[in-house]
């Protein structure tokens, strides 16, 4: 089993800044990419930012110049440091993260999400 288990969700006011944190545990050859998703009340799950074994980032034109996301020396942790938070950015943040568990087995989790709410 792979799992990933997200942290840093809570209550924060617009302009706010909140960083997220996901750590990706058990049976892991290797991870090729770590991202993160959101689905807000009545909306489709939408991605937020991904970034694979090489380094590369790709990030949803919303949150573009305003959020990051980052990997630790391990490549089992994922950061997502959202900065000049809105209202709109209100949702469910999920951690995704793909790999091998051994050489011919891949997997695709998902983490349980964490609450994020901007609001005064």
């Known amino acids: 089993q792979v799992q990933l288990v997200e942290s840093g969700g809570g209550l924060v006011q617009p302009g706010g800044s909140l960083s997220l944190s996901c750590v990706a545990s058990?049976?892991?050859?290797?991870?090729?990419?770590m991202g993160w998703y959101r689905q807000a009340p009545g909306k489709q799950r939408e991605l937020v930012a991904t970034?694979?074994?090489?380094?590369?980032?790709n990030y949803a034109d919303s949150v573009k110049g305003r959020f990051t996301i980052s990997r630790d020396n391990a490549m089992n942790t994922v950061y997502l440091q959202m900065n000049s938070l809105e209202p709109e950015d209100t949702a469910v943040y999920y951690c995704?993260?793909?790999?091998?568990?051994?050489?011919?087995?891949?997997?695709?989790?998902w983490g349980q999400g964490t609450q994020v709410t901007v609001s005064s």
């Open positions: 970034t694979n074994s090489g380094g590369s980032t």
């Open positions: 995704n993260a793909i790999g091998y568990k051994n050489y011919v087995t891949p997997f695709d989790s």
């Open positions: 058990g049976s892991i050859f290797v991870i090729n990419a």
